[in-house]
Every structure is written in C-alpha cells, then in structure tokens.
C-alpha cells in the first residue's frame, strides 16, 4: 500500500492521477474528503491530520511507502508523519524538497526543506529526496496582481532559471514509488529551459492573445509582493529578499536533465503548459 501526503496541491492531484495509471494500491491522507472529488476513485480516502499525530494511524496502518509533501514553513507535520512510518513500518519515503536545500550555508529559503531531509535521513528508512526548482504554476500567482494593478513586478531582473511543470514532479514520484533502485538517491527536477522573468511574462502574454507590461521590484516590499501578492509572514519575506538576490546573481539558470533520464522524454515545455492552461492565466471578463 502507498500513501500519499499533498494529495489535493498540484503535485499530489497529478501523482494520484500517475499512480491510478500505474494500477498503483494508493491511499490518500485527506482533512476535507470534499477537495478530493475529482481525484480517481480507486485512490482510498483515510480522514487525517498530519497537525494531529493521533489521527495517522490508521492511514499508516499497511502503508510501505510514503509520499511526502508538506506545505509552509515548519518542519512538525514532517516530524509527525516520520514518526507514524516508523510504528507502521514503512519500508520507503519520498520526499519532496526543494532546490534550494543545499549549499554550504544553505540559503534560507531552503532551511525548513534542509530541516525535513534530515528528519528523513535519520529515521533509518530507506528514502528518495526529489528536490525541484521552481514550478510553472507559481506564475498563477500573477494573476491577482495583473488583474488588480496591470502588471507583473520582477525582482531577478537578469536571473534565469528553469521552471519545470508540477505534472513531471508527479511522473518521477510515480515512477520511483513504484519501481526498486531509487532508495537512498537525490534527484533535483528542473525543465528543460530557462527564462528570465520577462521571457516567461512574454510567453504568457502570447498565450492569452494581450499585452502584460513588466515592471521592475523596486524596494523589498515589492520584492516579497512579487513572490505573494497577499504579503508573507517576516521569515518566509526574509528568504524571499535572500533568494531573490542570488537568483539577480545566476543569468545562467540551474538546469538538470534528470527528468528526461527517468522518464525517457523531455520535459514538458513552459510555452506548452502556458497554452494549455490559458485558461487560468486570463483576466476577468476575458473568453475563456
């Protein structure tokens, strides 16, 4: 049996999907049964919290492998979904990290991913730590700012980096949960090109049929506004202002072709998801 953490965000939806493909025994931890609707029905629904250590359980109970994907900052809901795999006997997790969780110092945006590969390493069970770059779908957080002040901010200016689609995140994870030989590596995940802020706003604006202006970050408030148009609490706003300005510093952009090792095909391309997710890039009032 495989359990899946995250299962509703935009890697688990897409991994319930995969494993449902692969004829995969899947269970899903789930707090809203309601969020998981449209997800596969051979996935089986277990109610639980990984804020609540008592209500894991019984969706550990038969579990050997995990899939582990924890939202925010904090480390906990890690600790406690480690600590139920070891009493149920899970024999391999897969983690999902991040790209930034290296680096001698490790940057802050990358600390809490750090924190949670080691709460992983030393639980003694086998794991694979898949570490992706940025994802296409972080420019739907665009939106909100295109639709209320009629422009993207950029705060990387020069930076380039290689985004890749949450739907290849979720085709590795299948395929390692469900084939021997991955235990103990670490995979970091980019697409296959890298873009500068503009370019990406370029490729949007050809997508939806309008002009997006692109205006440059000017101060930090600005800076952390770009990332999330509702603003940040001060930690996260701190490794915002940090990875912003090392990312300013790399106009080469990091880029991996692991994807296309494990999954024998490219990635998939931001122009392509940006057309076919049209949809959600539009303004109000615009044809879908």
């Known amino acids: 049996m495989l359990l899946v953490t995250g299962a509703t965000g935009r890697i688990g939806r897409e991994l319930v999907r995969e494993l449902d493909a692969r004829s ?6 789930v707090r809203d049964p309601a969020r998981a609707a449209g997800l596969p029905a051979s996935a089986e629904r277990v109610l639980g919290d990984l804020d609540e250590p008592s209500t894991l359980t019984p969706a550990f109970d038969g579990v050997d492998r995990l899939f582990l994907l924890t939202p925010g900052i904090g480390v906990d809901q890690a600790a406690n979904a480690v600590a139920a795999a070891r009493v149920a006997g899970v024999r391999h997790i897969v983690l999902v990290s991040s790209i930034w969780a290296f680096g001698d110092p490790v940057p802050a945006m990358g600390r809490w991913h750090h924190e949670r590969e080691r709460l992983v390493r030393a639980s003694g069970i086998p794991a694979t730590i898949l570490r992706p770059g940025g994802f296409m779908t972080n420019v739907l957080e665009w939106v909100p700012s295109i639709r209320k002040e009629g422009f993207v901010l950029d705060a990387i200016g020069p930076g380039r980096a290689a985004p890749i689609d949450p739907a290849d995140i979720a085709a590795v994870a299948a395929l390692v949960l469900t084939e021997n030989g991955h235990e103990g590596r670490t995979y970091t995940l980019t697409g296959d090109e890298t873009f500068t802020i503009a370019e990406q706003v370029e490729i949007i604006a050809a997508a939806v049929g309008r002009r997006i202006e692109v205006r440059t970050a000017a101060t930090p408030e600005e800076i952390v506004r770009s990332r999330y148009p509702g603003g940040a609490p001060k930690p996260l706003a701190d490794a915002v202002l ?3 300005a090392l990312m300013r510093a790399d106009t080469t952009g990091v880029r991996t072709d692991t ?7 490219r990635p998939r391309t931001f122009s392509g998801w940006c057309a076919g997710n049209a949809h959600l890039l539009r303004l109000d009032g615009e044809p879908a």
């Open 24 to 29: 995969a025994e899947t269970r899903i931890l």
């Open 242 to 244: 940090e990875a912003a």
């Open 259 to 265: 994807v296309h090792r494990l999954l024998g095909r």
